[in-house]
């Protein structure tokens, strides 16, 4: 080699840059494979960009992330590689900047949106800037959900609550909290909701939830209870057989008491007492259904809102010990109104009444007997 070559080789040598540990590198993707990333750093050797160094998801197909020719930032944590190579890594420059960028939003409470990368026994991962935050199964909702699976790869939002850095990062501290969140909205909504309605409102609402006793109302983001007794003038065994999960119904606000509303589906035009006067008058014969039975008599519904007594005494000319042991159960029957009180909204019936309009029909043995007794 003769000195002018050497001169230009120390020339050439001097003019490559110098790198050393934990610096941040510029390059340039020179080759993409599904777990390896070889970049141009304008060095003496190329750097290369592990899977695990690249990302905290695993198994990701490097090749869909970066082509050659794109830029990127790393960080150099291995000068040779055991190859040659200069190793880099793009995923602890990404956590320090995500530390950072948490810490910011812990001190500033700013709301983050993040992807959840895992779902955990005890709660979701959630990554800012390849950052982990954990975020407890208590704190993922403002109700308890027992499977938190369908929360995977899901774009979500969260504060911090807790930060307790350390440069190790298995040490580190960093809860996440998404229940305050839905919290504060649901109490937001619920103002909204409550300032715009009164009792005696209609409002329409969402089948919520159904029960032995009810059905919860979702009102847009305040839910009402439609009690039992509320869903109708008649009797209601099973709300079960009435509504159904996601149903739209329109309601009637019957209380107000704090976040507390009762509604009702009774609506005042539709109560059937308005015309019972005229339709169950005194003296007039109506039919209806044996509803349920007592020791003193049977309640028969005449409609849905309206049901009558048949004393005991009232059911036949004939002694009858129990309504069990004549009527039965759904059972129709025909009889007279014989007392009506439109203020106690109670009406009293009779089956022996009916018999009081219908002349007994004489037979020929006792026409013969009267008329010898006349002579």
């Not at 790393?74 to 040779?80: F, R, Y």
């Amino acid at each position: 080699m003769s000195l002018e070559e050497s001169f230009e080789q120390l020339l050439n040598e001097n003019e490559i840059k110098k790198i050393s540990v934990g610096e941040t590198v510029e390059g340039t993707v020179v080759s993409v494979k599904e777990d390896e990333i070889v970049l141009n750093i304008d060095y003496k050797s190329d750097g290369v960009i592990s899977r695990n160094e690249y990302t905290k998801i695993p198994n990701v197909d490097l090749t869909t992330k970066v082509k050659p020719g794109d830029k990127l930032e790393a960080k150099v944590i291995k000068l040779n590689d055991g190859e040659g190579q200069v190793a880099l890594s793009t995923l602890r420059l990404a956590q320090e900047k995500g530390s950072k960028r948490i810490e910011e939003a812990f001190n500033n409470k700013e709301v983050l949106t993040a992807t959840v990368s895992q779902v955990r026994d005890g709660g979701l991962t959630v990554l800012v800037d390849e950052t982990e935050v954990f975020i407890p199964a208590s704190l993922v909702s403002d109700r308890f959900e027992k499977d938190l699976s369908k929360y995977n790869g899901q774009e979500i939002q969260f504060i911090i609550t807790e930060y307790t850095p350390n440069s190790n990062p298995r040490r580190r501290r960093i809860i996440g909290n998404r229940k305050t969140l839905l919290v504060e909205e649901r109490e937001k909504k619920q103002k909204e909701v409550l300032d715009t309605i009164s009792v005696g409102d209609t409002v329409e609402g969402t089948v919520k939830n159904v029960t032995t006793f009810g059905a919860f109302i979702d009102l847009g983001g305040i839910d009402g209870l439609l009690h039992i007794s509320e869903m109708s003038w008649g009797r209601v065994e099973d709300p079960n057989k009435l509504f159904t999960e996601g149903q739209k119904i329109k309601c009637l606000i019957k209380e107000l008491n704090g976040k507390k509303i009762a509604l009702s589906l009774k609506f005042p035009d539709s109560n059937p007492w308005l015309v019972a006067a005229d339709k169950y008058a005194v003296g007039n014969v109506v039919k209806g259904k044996v509803a349920r039975m007592t020791d003193f008599g049977a309640f028969v519904e005449l409609e849905p809102g309206i049901d009558a007594l048949l004393h005991v005494s009232q059911i036949s000319r004939e002694r009858v010990e129990k309504p069990a042991d004549v009527l039965k159960v759904g059972q129709e029957i025909e009889a007279k109104v014989v007392d009506f009180k439109s203020e106690e909204k109670k009406i009293s019936l009779s089956i022996k009444a009916l018999t009081d309009d219908v002349e007994p029909e004489a037979d020929d043995n006792s026409e013969v007997e009267e008329t010898k007794d006349a002579e």
